[in-house]
Each structure stands twice: as structure tokens, then as C-alpha cells.
């Protein structure tokens, strides 16, 4: 068992009594740590508050993070987020204030002390930089970093900080792209290539939260806790933190690390007023393999305003400060995909049995918004608001702009080698795979198991996130006390809520075809080519018309509310700063789904052939049209189904088209899913020096209390005539309802020690918890006839629970740069996975009213465990020691390793047994900025994993390694313009998969590059 395990059990007290105790093993570690050299003591209180303000003389900002000593007190304090620091209780005298911030020499400035009251000390720290810094693009990068890299020195724990105009223009001003350019964090592209959710340290995005300065942000999606980076625009802020060792006054609920945005403010200027815009778009040239329905138009507009300015209220000077910024993006996306799936039947597949081809458009729309407003109402008491609004909208905005798909399928029994065959070509017995052929080269002979499948699937949703917040900072006394109340609430519609017509799928079939699929030429994009029966190029050829109709309401709330006090005390003759706090937050998320389905029966309404007529009127040509499609798929004259003509036959033609009410009825009650959470959570922390070493340790405690609801299939009353009646009695009327408690302590302790001033070493432990996935909390039950499978929810399923260990080594380089060098690792237990748990049992009584015996009953359940092991290597450096105006270069390189083990109760494939978890990622950018010019080159490269799991290693699928290069050039003008053009995915890598055991090619992606252009401005 692990460590954190053990200290559970003995924490076995009421919370009252823990909270006392955690208390005392802090305070008891802080008298009996070992004698190393401790700072002078507190100065009394009745002293003067000595306020140093500290900003940056080549620009407009105050600097957060930067170290304030106070000699010769021995005192230290970092500046806040307006770059303040305060001594209180400073006796009279003669001081010297020094102030160290990355990319600026240490300042050392006088401070004179005659009495009680407030001594003001503003520092302005100049930049020793060795390229001419007259464009404000160049201050603001150069800056941007510094405050990364000051803010890392200066953190208690392991963490990574990145300023949003770090790596210049974005390509969907998506915040998870900046992330991934950081050490130990990367994402999977979805099949649009977008990054939607960043994995941390190899951990799902499911294990770690997303705040907004401090807040949670509501997940967009249904029944997921994790945010989707998709929907949020980096220019809303200002930096991200993400915390990788957590300290105890962060969630244990972020087991891979906690991802924190901040917003930008207006007390942190300089200047009273700033305003900054981009004016730009993306960009489709003809000159790239795009598909050619992504040309029209070519270009789409983005657009950006922030601003931000500081007021005078009640006589007081600069006191109130409002930001506000707006995006307006749009933006088109393809999937050009190709999937071949192979024979299973042992672990070297003999044959290709399924070809799909996919060309598909999206069109997104995202507006975003934000406005904070920061107000100081004394030196003593500050509070601050924040609100944000997201709106995205994917549609099919272009006539179009929707996804085709082409499926030539043999059916389950067909997929074997013929063993006979007629002499018309068609096989008399076995299967449908004409003998001799190979996965290369594949030949499938015609019958009634065979088909080619044309589908059309337009996809339209609405996401819209909320996000409010309040908070503030006072002091009372030697007592500070900050607090934090937020609201968010996400929701995401798709067709029916807002869009009646929309999400409604085609699918039409040609039975009985005959083809040969031939990779010689290459696993990305075979050639298929038709050998037998009715042609696939013909509309009036396809039948069986259907169109499937799924919409879905998904509503995410979130309140939160915590506090926490901070107090300078001595123990043991020994300067501490004691922490305490709580939190409180509920969550909701609910979703109701449902799932319609139109059958094309034509003039006669028969589908097919009419028995009594024998004719056959459900003509589907009046449907066809033949949009521009991907050369590269071969697709030939095939037609495709367009979703205006067939959803204007649909809501003006109702007669020509079947329902099934029972089918809408039925699925709406079967996939409503509501799940409430309540947490919970204290901790008290103490830090303290000895000498050149802090340590920082405590322990946070956290109850967590769940509520779900849902429906499951009771049983089956097909002679109930009333449809809703049949439902009612079927699901029943009320819910079933879950209910689940857990509680635990999780301690943890940090050490970072100043080698030199710039050699920092730290060391962490800490502990963490992966509740389980909220699906799992909601009542299901499921019947797979075919595969003899019963599946039921699990009631008592646990959390996950994670023990994780950091030791790190940096060294931070003149004018501004980095050397970082950390391991970790990340013990797991009780992980939750999907397993046989039994079996029904024959008889009326075995729980499934007689019915299913025999069936394997499967569940989520606990039981696996695992570990991580990681390295990440950093280098960052402005390469100042070049000569002449190669000073300009700056470069940077990090690289992280991971090695896993997974224990799901069964093989998992070995040391990358952990689906999604990839053991090698990196990332090289070359940047340059001298004078007006600013190039910069960027390869990143994500390396082979585990794409999914199965007991066969031949069901198994690796995805391939990925290579991407993304380029771009600023040009500064005078007036404070810059012009910008950046390429994403420069050479257009693909997204591919295969085979788990042979490495035989499965499924090709082609997203295409991204192109962004436009005009930055700040006046």
C-alpha cells in the first residue's frame, strides 16, 4: 500500500479533531526540523509598513514574482499581481531594498524608516539586453517570458508558467496549443485537429482541473469534468500556471496537475490607459492539398480589442482599474480520412474486410468576451470582479460544408476467404474474400453480405460558457485574508434545442458489390475500384434511405466559494508564515438526449419494392448532388446526399418519410443522466527558511458527496399500445437514484534550495485523488445479444488515489534563459476500468427477472494500479554570447520521457500499457528579433502510443509518432504596428494509426496546415 494510504487509515477522526491535529504536525515540524541557520525575527508589529512597488522601465507593467529582500532584517517577500511587496512591523532605521526579476540585473535601491506609518519604495528595473528593444512586440515578449521564468524560480513546488505572447500568434488562438510547448504536457488531436484537452505528465485531462484566476471553469461537454480548450481564447489572458506538485492549498482532485488562467488587469500598468487589436484572418491557399470545398472562401476573419485603463475614485489616485477584451474568430476545419480495418481472426491480418473514406468540412464560429474590473479601496483591502463569456457555434454555414462517407462493408459473416466460388464470380460457400488475397492487395466477391454505404453527416452545435467571479484581499491587522465566489455554467446543444433540422445523417446502400482495394501505391490513400454489381456512381442505384436524427441538451453548473488566512508568526525563534483555509463547491451536470429516425418510403409509402405494384418508387436521385471533393481520395463521379434537399423533404414532405415515436420516446428516457457533487475541503500549511532552504508542508482534507439520476430498462412490454404508457412502464417514471461519500487527507511538502542565486533545487511529495468518471455514477444497463454481455453500473466504485514524487534541478541564465532537469514519479492505485465481474445465474431470482442466463455481466470497477516515471529537460536562452546580430537568436528545447505500467486486472500490453499515454514528446523553436524582423521556426514531436486496448493484442491499435512544424514572421512598423503571418503544420502531417502487432497502416487523418495573417496594434 502506499504512503498516503496508510496516513488514511490512521486519520480516522472527526473533521474538527483532524483539522487540530494536521495543525499541530505542521507546527511541530517547523520547531524540530534540523538547526540550519535561521533569518532574523519577525520585526514587532508596531512598526512601519515599508511597500515596495515594482515595475519594469522599459515598458508599461508592474512585475509580479519578483523577489523583495529587506536587508538587514533577513526578510523576503514576493511581489503580488500589481507588483507589490509589504514588510510590516519595520523598526526605525536605515534599509536597503534588492529586488532580483529574470532578464533584469538585481536593483538595490536605499529605504529610510523614521517612524510608524507607510514608507513608499518604487523600483523600476531596467533590462542589460543586448538586442535594441524599440518596438513594443519585442519589450512584450522579452517581458512575457522574463515573468514565466521569474515566476517559476520563485514558485514553492513544481510548476510551469507561460506568458500567452511567448510564442506569438496562435493557430485558433487556442490556449492548450501554448501549453503544449511545455515540458511533460501534450494533447491528441481530435479528428479536426483540434487540441481539445492537454495531458499532463501522461494523466487524461480527466484528472486535472482548468480555473480562471482560481476559479473553476465548468466543462462544456456532457458528463465530463474536464474543460474544453477549444471553446476559450488565449487572448482573454494574460498567462497560464499549471502546477504539477500540488501544495495543499490547491484541489486533490487534479492528480496530473491543476491548469490555471489569468486574466489581465488594469492595476498592473504603468500607463493609465492601453489598447491593443488584432485585425486578421485564416487563411486557405490553393497552393496546399486542402479539399477544395475548404477554398470558399479562402480567407475568414479574426478579430481581437482588448482594453484596459485605470480611474481615480473617492481622491484616491489610480485605484480602480477595468479590462475588457473580445474575440471574434471564425474558422474552418477538414477531416480528410481514410480507415481500413483489418482481418482479426489471429495476429497477422490476412485481408482488408472494411474500406471507409471520409472527406469532411466544419465551419466554427467562436465569440468570446471578457470584462474585470479591479478596485483598491485602501492600502488594505482590494477586490476584483471577472466575467466571460463564451459562445462557439460549429455549423454548416456553406452549402457544402458537411462530412461524406463512404463505407464498402461485408458483413460479419462474410469476413473469410471464400472456399468456393460461382462462375459468375459470386461464392457458393465461406466467406467473401476471394482466395490469394492479401492485406496489400484485397479482392471481395459480390453477394448479399456485401454493400457500399454513402453517408452524409452534417454536425451543428452550440456551446456557450459562463463564467462569473468575485473576490478579494484584505488585511486585518498582522492577519491577510483573501476569498473567491464564482458561478459557471457551460451548455452545449445540438440539433433539436435551436436547431430543429440540423444533425440529421444519410444513409443510403447499394447492395451486393464486388471491389478490389489496392495499397501498392500506399497505405494513406488506396485506390478502391468496383468489380461487380450495381454501379456506386449511380444515385438511382442506392436504396434503404434512412436519416438518423441525434440531439442532445448537455447543462455543466459550478459554484465555488473559499477563503484563506495567512499570518507571519515565530516558532522556535523561527519566521513562519501559517496558512489556513476551506473551500465549498457544487457541481451539476445533467443531460438529455434523444434519438430520432426518418425512413424514406416514397409516393406509395412502402420501402422498396411494393408488393402489390411491384414497383419500387423511393427514387434517391432527387436528393444527389456531387459536391467538390478531396482528389486525393479517389473518389471518382460519386454522389453524395445533400442535407438541404432531403431536410426540405423531411419538414415540407412528411408523408414521404416513416417515424418511429416509440424510438424517440424510448431513447429520450433511457439517456437523461443528471449527477450531483459536493465538496468539501480544508487544510492548514506552514513555511518557513533555513538559510538558503524553504520548505512548505501541510495537509489538505476533502469530502466529496455525489448524487446521480437516470433511467435503465426494467423490462419489455411490447403489446403496450400507448407509446408513452409503453415507455413508463418499461423505464419507469422516477429515476433510479445513486448516492456516494468519500472523504481523505492529503499531505504534502516541498522543499526548494538556493544553490547559488541562480541554482535552484527542489524536491515534492505529494498526494492526489481521481474521482470516478461521472458516467460511471449514473445509474445504466445494456443488452449485447450478440455477444452475450449484460452491462450494469457499479454502485460502490472508488476513487483513484495517487501518490507523486518531484525532484528538480534548474538554472536559470543571463540576460534571460533556463536549464531545467526534473524527475518524477506517480504511484496509482485503484484504477477503474471496464472488466467481467460475473455471470447471470439461471433462475427467476437472479436479479434479471429470469432473463440473460449465462450472460457475462460487465462493470466499471476498481482494482488495477499503476505507475509513471518521467523526465523533462528544458533549455531556454536568449543567445546573447552570439556575435553581432546573431545576438538576436533565442532558443528553446525541451524534451520529456515518460515510462508507464498498467495493471488492469488482465494483460495491457506491457510498460505502454496506458491508452493515450505517450513516452516521448518534444519541442525545438528558433526565434529571432532584431530590429523590425522577428522569424521563429517550431518542430514539435509527439511519439507513438497506445490508441486502444483489447485482451488480443491484434484488436490493439498504436497511434504513430508525429512530427509538426509550424513557421512564421512578424514585421514591426512604426506607430507601434506589427504585421504577422504564421503556418501551423507547415508540411500538413497526418494524424495515422496501426496495427498493434505488424504496424500495418489503419486509419490516415489529413487536417491540413493552418494559415493566420493579419495587423497587432497597440495605442
Known sequence: MNASHHLRRLLRLPPPYRAMLATAVVAAAMLLSPGLPAQTTVAPAGGAIV?????????????????????????????????????????????????????FPATVVPARVTGPGRVEVPVGLKADAPVQLEQFVVTAEREGNAAALTRQKNAPSVENVVAMDALGVLANDNPAEVLMRLPGIYALPSTEGNFDRPIIRGLPGELNSTTVDG??????????????????????????????????????????????????????MKTKRELTYRLGGKWSPTFFDFTP??????????????????????????????GANAVYNENITQRTRTISNLDPTGPTPQFTERFQRMDGIQDRLLRTANLRGDFRLSPDARFFFNLMRNLQAQRTARPENYQVDYLANITAAGRAFATSISATGAPLTGGNIKPGSTEVLTEVLPSARTSFQANTNPFEANDQ??????????????????????????????????????????????????????????????????????????????????????????????VTGEFNVKRDVTLGGRPV?????????????????????????????????NPVTRVNDDDLTRFASYPRLEPRLNYGSLPSFDPNKYNHSIDHEPQLWRTDPYRELSTARANFSYVQEELRAAYVMGATRFGSLGVLGGVRWEESRNLSRGYTLRSTFASITDLQARVNAEYGTDPIVRRGQSDGYFPSIHFRHSFTPNLIGRASFSTGIGRPSLGDLVPNFAVNDTQREVTVDNPSIKSMYSDSYDVALEYYLKPMGRIGLTLFRKDLTDFVFRQEVGVVASGSDNGYGGLYSGYDIISNANGGGGRVNGLEFEYLQQLSFLPGALRGLTLLVNYTHLSAQ???????????????????????RLSYNYRWLAPYVQWSYVGRTLGSFNVLPQLQTNRLERRIVNAGVSV????????????????????????????????????GPFVSFGLNGRY
Request: aromatic share 12%; glycine share 10%; net charge neutral.
Open 577 to 609: 508564515q501559517w496558512s489556513a483555509g476551506g473551500a465549498a463547491t457544487r457541481q451539476s451536470y445533467a443531460q438529455d438526449n434523444f434519438n430520432r429516425q426518418f425512413t424514406y418510403v416514397g409516393p406509395d409509402g412502402v420501402v422498396g419494392v
Open 293 to 322: 470545398r475548404r477554398f470558399a472562401p479562402e480567407a475568414l476573419p479574426n478579430f481581437s480589442l482588448s482594453y484596459r485603463e485605470s480611474f481615480d475614485l473617492f481622491g484616491a489616485t489610480r485605484n480602480f482599474g477595468v
Open 972 to 1007: 514591426r512598423l512604426p506607430r507601434n504596428l506589427e504585421l504577422f503571418l504564421d503556418v501551423s503544420n507547415l508540411f500538413d502531417e497526418p494524424q495515422r494509426t496501426a496495427h498493434f502487432v505488424t504496424g500495418t497502416r489503419i486509419s490516415t487523418i489529413y487536417n
Open 465 to 558: 460558457t459562463n463564467f462569473l467571479q468575485f473576490g478579494g484581499e484584505q488585511r486585518l491587522g498582522a492577519w491577510r485574508l483573501d476569498y473567491l465566489f464564482g458561478y459557471s455554467r457551460a451548455e452545449r446543444n445540438t440539433a433539436r434545442r435551436h436547431l430543429p433540422d440540423a444533425g440529421r445523417n444519410f444513409t443510403a446502400n447499394v447492395p451486393s458489390v464486388g471491389w478490389i482495394l489496392d495499397k501498392t501505391g500506399g497505405a494513406d490513400f488506396p485506390k478502391f475500384t468496383q468489380t461487380a454489381g450495381p454501379s456506386i456512381f449511380d444515385p438511382s442505384n442506392y436504396s434503404g434511405a434512412v436519416v438518423s436524427q441525434g440531439g442532445a441538451n448537455a447543462r455543466n453548473h459550478s
Open 51 to 103: 511597500n515596495v512597488r515594482v515595475s519594469s522601465a522599459d515598458s508599461t507593467s508592474f512585475l509580479q514574482r519578483a523577489r523583495v529582500e529587506l536587508t538587514p532584517t533577513g526578510r523576503e517577500v514576493l511581489t503580488d499581481q500589481f507588483g507589490t511587496a509589504e514588510f510590516i512591523g519595520v523598526a526605525p532605521g536605515n534599509y536597503s531594498v534588492r529586488v532580483t526579476y529574470e532578464g
Open 902 to 924: 498498467g495493471d488492469y486486472g488482465q494483460d495491457s500490453g506491457g510498460a505502454g500499457g496506458l491508452v493515450g499515454f505517450v513516452p516521448d514528446t518534444a519541442n525545438v
Open 215 to 268: 476559479g473553476l471553469l465548468a466543462p462544456q461537454f456532457a458528463m465530463t469534468r474536464s474543460a474544453v480548450y477549444t471553446n476559450i481564447t488565449a487572448n482573454n489572458f494574460d498567462e497560464i500556471q499549471v502546477t504539477k506538485a500540488l501544495t495543499p492549498n490547491l484541489p486533490a482532485s487534479s492528480i496530473s496537475g491543476r491548469v490555471n488562467f489569468k486574466t489581465k488587469t488594469a492595476l498592473n
